[in-house]
């Protein structure tokens, strides 16, 4: 699966952005997705996840209310819709897919990686 994950930019804190992850090769809907973040100095560290069939997702504590995560198989993408942004938000975003979604919580349990893209909040 090649992942090319797009919709970052700079935003102030409380705005919107919509991050998107088109995905082709093999086929998408087969794959657990999820959405990691990695800010300067930091590891990456998992945001969210969504089921094959999108009917679960996961959400890390410090997102729950703010960001979701939604699939358009149709489409062969993933979403990641952040709302009421914070300046500790910024980070590069990356998407992932995962054969297992009881593995999209791990970085190390994700199979196919797509390049990142930079979102800054600033305050």
């Known amino acids: 699966v090649q992942l090319q994950a797009s919709g970052g930019g700079l935003v102030q804190a409380g705005g919107s952005l919509r991050l998107s992850c088109a995905a082709s090769?093999?086929?998408?809907?087969?794959?657990?997705m999820g959405w990691f973040r990695q800010a300067p100095g930091k590891e990456r560290e998992f945001v969210a996840a969504?089921?094959?069939?999108?009917?679960?997702?996961n959400y890390e504590d410090s997102v729950k209310g703010r960001f979701t995560i939604s699939r358009d198989n149709a489409k062969n993408t993933v979403y990641l819709q952040m709302n009421s942004l914070k300046p500790e938000d910024t980070a590069v975003y990356y998407c992932?897919?995962?054969?297992?979604?009881?593995?999209?919580?791990?970085?190390?349990?994700?199979?196919?990686w797509g390049k990142g893209t930079l979102v800054t909040v600033s305050s």
């Open positions: 969504i089921t094959y069939s999108g009917r679960v997702t």
């Open positions: 992932a897919a995962a054969s297992n979604y009881y593995t999209t919580y791990d970085v190390g349990g994700m199979d196919y």
């Open positions: 090769g093999r086929t998408f809907s087969y794959y657990a």
